[in-house]
């Protein structure tokens, strides 16, 4: 069984209740509040900052040029797809650097940062492939399924950008390119080396789901 295989698997039970939390099913059927939306808006802005880094130590720490490039590409893509995405949300919002700089990073956020950042820093690349593989993926994941329950959901006049650049052809294909490195590169790990690489995976899929926790539960206070 492939190392990826092995971590979805870990990971499924966590994994199945994403498209069941409200604040994805408020995106799939299009009601979900916009004062909530806002402050995911936000604070995924501010998750996408450190999760960037994360790629970039990847790049410091990658053993060949195939990975190296691969880590400097998928910051590509998060600097001018996904931060540009949340860009535009707040400019449509009235959300200014001011107001992000004056709202506070949710605890689980931080955690969740702390961690991956802790994982790249004092592991290897096959460890911050796997860090990062929890959010690039099930985004993928989560999109589609929306896709697939609601087809008419991608044409919401303000959820509609979102599903389209989670469930593209062209995020998808970098996922896969994160997949198929990390299957590569894990393919003769002990046992016990594949243990800790599942028990990254698990915290990180358990923080995703924190994320839209605390998404659900908060509203944004502070755009004019």
Not at 30 to 35: F, K, Q, R, V, W
Not at 163 to 179: A, F, G, P, V
Not at 197 to 210: A, H
């Amino acid at each position: 069984m492939k190392t990826s295989e092995r971590l979805l698997n870990a990971t499924s039970d966590i994994w199945k209740k994403y498209n069941k939390h409200p604040f994805v099913l408020g995106i799939e059927k299009g009601n979900l509040e916009t004062e909530k939306f806002k402050y995911y808006i936000v604070q995924d802005f501010m998750y996408l900052i450190d999760y960037t880094k994360v790629f970039s130590i990847g790049v410091a720490k990658a053993k060949s040029l195939e990975t190296m490039k691969l880590f400097a590409d998928y910051t590509h893509v998060l600097a001018c797809s996904e931060l540009n995405l949340h860009k535009g949300y707040m400019a449509r919002f009235g959300i200014s650097q001011e107001n992000i700089n004056k709202t506070r990073m949710a605890i689980d956020n931080v955690a969740y940062c702390s961690y991956m950042l802790r994982i790249a820093y004092e592991n290897s690349e096959v460890e911050i492939l796997v860090a990062v593989l929890a959010c690039a993926y099930s985004y993928e994941v989560i999109a589609k399924k929306i896709l697939n329950n609601n087809p008419k959901a991608i044409e919401h006049e303000l959820y509609g950008d979102w599903l389209k650049i989670y469930s593209s052809d062209d995020y998808s294909k970098h996922n896969r390119k994160l997949i198929n490195m990390l299957d590569s590169l894990s393919k003769n790990y002990s046992f016990e080396k594949i243990k800790f690489l599942e028990e990254i995976f698990v915290y990180c899929s358990e923080y995703e789901m924190k994320f839209w926790d605390f998404s659900w539960e908060s509203k944004f206070v502070g755009a004019e």
